[in-house]
């Protein structure tokens, strides 16, 4: 790594998932002079980051912004967002989950061309390698489609399965799930299948240790003169120059230990702060709607009352069952059993096996809405959309309604965790679902509403760049949200009196929360909802790549509408969200935003 200039070609707001991407990608290019500014501090050594199970560790830490949002239904909900080089990746939970086929054609359906899954699989298969389980894991974890996968590529992110013959709740979910005919249909990385899957993990399969964009982009560059890091770097605003009536970026302002200081970029600057700071720096640098501007004292550059909206997210609910008696679960680990924990600690040190040397959650399934299947839920579902979703027109509305009103399509992504999931907590820090006071062991079924339409907000809170923006999540707004994803989490009722998950279960146990019991009542899971719903981790859509006039802040090539060489990189370009976790997603953003920026400059590849 080079040292510390006052000039850089290409200036990159943030050292997170996408940033390091492009860092590492840029800088292939002996030409190019590469600055990243990042707000957290290089953690590559810490072992809470790379012991893959210890994740939960990270929450509510310096490592973590720790957003929560404004009131909500008399809640308060707590975002994590990684404040650490490798941003969101190195606090994560690990799990690798493709988005599907007709998620990202929407992308290209709402204006954006180049954006489509035709375009963008070879950037998901670009960013990472998938490590292949032996013959006995993949029988064992219905993994057969692991033998010709075309994605087992050799991408810098290392993704790996667990080895869970052990777990009898990971081998329980997939029976169960196929009992009720919902046997995975394919590969779930192909983009197009539904059903009961065991996900990869971005675990490295040898070391057993988190991969994550600091170690599989950054360790690997760290050492070219063209690229330089500055770490506990706060940027204040980016600088501009509209004197030839063109909006020219040409720096940008930050803080170090309490000490401005200004660099400045020769080509671009790059927001890849993520989909809470992207939109907040946009506005202290006077691009924003003009009165919220003018209100905080801070002159209007360019006026685009999209910038912060657009907020969207997973939101997601669950419950904790009791498990029979001898079950194996994680409980014991995370209400910090000393002996247990003893145990746990010797076997990865020395075997690098054991809990903590997997993440932990594993299994998934990928479903549509149980309930729409009959003929008589057929009818169901055209009088709900009918009733909630009138609108023709609109293309959001018009891509959910397919969603909905197909067998083969899902709208709804569940996982099982073997352990306590703290739903009833005050969720205020997204360390509270972590914790466990319960002295039962437990499994927790969970559910993300896949493709929201709620819409929320992000946006300054005043003209300081120390003070937290303003989270207004709209959860649920948007009354489909709210009547989908009940007869989601009503599906768990099916799912833990199905064997062989219910011969897992003690008879009478513990349901936590003590208010889980919701039995067939579809205004009793709305309520539920309502008293447990949390974020899914995956804030999108604040700066969204859609034709200005659709409200969008960023063109398809990724430049601020109304600048010449402004760019954003991160989950905030996400017009509509993708299906699963969004970590994949990002890598693969970023990816082609790389391509983008080097086939703009004209730089070979």
């Not at 046997?183 to 490295?204: C, E, M, Q, R, Y």
């Not at 690098?352 to 993440?359: D, I, L």
């Not at 703290?422 to 319960?438: H, M, Q």
């Not at 899971?525 to 981790?537: D, L, P, Q």
Request: with cysteine; proline share 5%.
């Amino acid at each position: 790594m080079a040292s510390v200039s006052k000039q850089y070609d290409f200036i990159i707001v943030g050292g997170g998932t996408a940033g390091l991407v492009l860092a590492a990608r840029l800088t292939e290019s002996p030409d190019l002079n590469v600055l990243v500014l990042e707000a957290g501090e290089n953690h590559i050594s810490n072992p809470n980051i790379n012991i893959p199970a210890l994740w939960p560790a990270l929450l509510g830490t310096d490592l973590d912004w720790n957003f929560s949002t404004k009131e909500l239904q008399n809640r308060n909900i707590g975002i994590p967002h990684g404040r650490v080089l490798g941003g969101s990746s190195a606090l994560n939970a690990q799990a690798f989950v493709g988005p599907s086929r007709v998620g990202l054609d929407s992308w290209k359906e709402f204006g954006n061309p180049g954006w489509d899954w035709a375009n963008m699989e070879e950037y998901y298969r670009k960013c990472y390698n998938v490590q292949i389980p032996s013959e006995d894991i993949r029988k064992h974890l219905g993994l057969g489609y692991l033998e010709t996968n075309p994605a087992a590529q050799h991408g810098p992110l290392q993704t790996s399965y667990p080895d869970s013959k052990d777990e009898p709740i990971v081998k329980a979910w997939m029976d169960t799930l196929n009992a009720l005919n919902y046997k995975i249909t394919g590969d779930p990385l192909s983009g197009g299948s539904t059903g009961a899957f065991v996900h990869p993990s971005t675990v490295d399969g040898t070391t057993k240790e988190r991969s994550y964009s600091a170690t599989a982009y950054y360790l690997p560059a760290q050492k070219r003169r063209n690229l330089h890091v500055i770490t506990g770097a706060e940027v204040e605003k980016i600088l501009f120059d509209s004197s030839s009536g063109l909006v020219i970026a040409t720096g940008v302002k930050y803080s170090k230990s309490g000490i401005s200081d200004i660099v400045k970029a020769n080509k671009e600057v790059i927001l890849a702060a993520g989909a809470i700071h992207s939109p907040k720096i946009l506005e202290l640098s006077g691009i924003g709607g003009s009165s919220l501007l003018q209100s905080k004292g801070i002159d209007v550059v360019v006026h685009n009352e999209a910038v912060g909206e657009n907020f969207h997210d997973h939101p997601m609910s669950g419950m904790s069952f009791e498990v029979a008696e001898g079950v194996n679960t994680l409980d014991a680990l995370n209400r910090q059993d000393p002996e247990v924990l003893g145990a746990a600690m010797t076997a990865y040190q020395t075997m690098k096996s054991g809990p903590f040397s997997k993440a932990a959650i594993n299994s998934y399934a990928l479903l549509p809405v149980v309930d729409f299947q009959s003929e008589e839920g057929k009818t169901t579902c055209d009088d709900v959309l009918k009733e909630l979703l009138p609108d023709i027109s609109n293309s959001e509305h018009e891509f959910v309604r397919s969603v909905y009103s197909s067998a083969d399509k899902s709208s709804g992504c569940y996982f099982v965790y073997a352990a306590h999931g703290n739903f009833g907590a005050d969720n205020s820090t997204a360390k509270a679902v972590t914790v466990n006071d319960e002295t039962a062991n437990f499994l927790t079924i969970a559910c993300e509403l896949s493709y929201p339409l709620s819409r929320g907000s992000v946006h300054i809170s005043t003209s300081s760049a120390f003070d937290r923006p303003t989270i207004d999540p709209a959860y649920y707004s948007n009354p489909l949200d709210l009547e989908i994803q009940a007869r989601h989490v009503r599906f768990f009722e099916t799912i833990v009196k199905t064997d062989p998950l219910a011969s897992l279960l003690k008879t009478g146990g513990i349901r936590s929360p003590g208010f889980a019991n919701i039995g067939d009542d579809l205004d009793a899971a709305k309520e539920y909802i309502r008293r447990t719903s949390i974020s899914g981790w995956h804030p999108v859509g604040t700066c969204a790549m859609k034709p200005k006039e659709a409200g969008g802040v960023v063109n398809p090539r990724l430049l601020v509408y109304g600048t010449r060489n402004l760019r954003v990189v991160d989950a905030s370009i996400m017009p509509f969200i993708c299906r699963g976790n969004t970590q994949s997603t990002v890598y693969a953003i970023a990816e082609k935003a790389a391509d983008i920026i080097k086939e703009d400059f004209k730089i070979s590849n």
